[in-house]
């Protein structure tokens, strides 16, 4: 699998400003999936991104919000915008397994606190 | 609106023993499901999956079960071990214009006791 990273690990921020969180993968991927994991809540997916093309959005999720870049096979960034302590959450990238399409592989997770 | 359903928040098992983690979904067109486990400060980490074609799916230890006209699923970890300690996600997935996006439970902590 995929071996994925994700910067910062973690961060501290304050209400009102944004924060761009990075996604790494070692092999080249043609699928990337940012989700969000707020406190005692399931995975939710926010969008999917493919390179060259705009990410698509799930209901709920705008880009004005939460813009995403993929500049190519091997990157994304998500940015969290005019951030609120609601935006506490832990976010991951994930990408599609190389071998079986259905599979994902999941980054460490960027665990983000507004205050 | 949750379509991913793990109704049973934590499950304690002697090291050993069998554990069962269950998982229910609503929708018809789900078609293939996996399990995650999960560590603190860890992203989700890939376990086993299974095809809506199949009713039964092992690799090693672990045993993922199907059961469509239920809508439901197992995982079965036979036999429990101190590192199985974690949380357990389910997952189902549908192709769509988001791709093989996931769907998630809310998670099954599992405490396997020595």
């Known amino acids: 699998s995929a071996v994925i990273s994700q910067k910062p690990s973690r961060d501290i921020c304050q209400r009102g400003t944004s924060l761009t969180i990075q996604c790494q993968v070692d092999?080249?991927?043609?699928?990337m999936f940012w989700y969000r994991q707020q406190p005692g809540q399931s995975l939710t997916l926010i969008a999917t991104?493919?390179?060259?093309?705009?990410?698509?959005?799930e209901s709920g999720f705008v880009i004005d919000k939460f813009p995403i870049s993929r500049p190519n096979l091997t990157f994304s960034t998500l940015t969290v915008s005019n951030m609120s302590p609601e935006d506490s959450s832990i976010y991951l990238c994930?990408?599609?397994?190389?071998?079986?399409?259905?599979?994902?592989?999941f980054g460490p997770g960027t665990r983000l606190t507004v205050l | 609106d949750q379509q991913v359903k793990q109704n049973s928040p934590s499950l304690s098992v002697q090291e050993g023993r069998i554990s069962i983690l269950n998982c229910d979904y609503t929708?018809?067109?789900?078609?293939?499901f996996l399990w995650y486990k999960k560590y603190p400060a860890e992203g989700p980490t890939f376990l086993i999956s299974?095809?809506?074609?199949?009713d039964k799916n092992e690799d090693g230890r672990f045993t993922v079960f199907l059961n469509k006209s239920a809508k439901h699923l197992s995982l079965h970890i036979v036999p429990s071990q101190p590192g199985d300690s974690a949380v357990y996600f389910c997952?189902?997935?549908?192709?769509?214009?988001?791709?093989?996006?996931?769907?998630f439970g809310k998670g099954t902590s599992l405490l396997v006791t020595p």
């Open positions: 994930s990408v599609e397994g190389q071998r079986d399409y259905n599979e994902q592989f």
């Open positions: 092999s080249q991927v043609t699928m």
């Open positions: 991104a493919n390179q060259g093309s705009e990410a698509t959005y």
């Open positions: 929708n018809s067109m789900f078609d293939y």
């Open positions: 299974i095809s809506s074609i199949k």
């Open positions: 997952a189902a997935s549908a192709n769509s214009n988001s791709g093989y996006a996931l769907n």
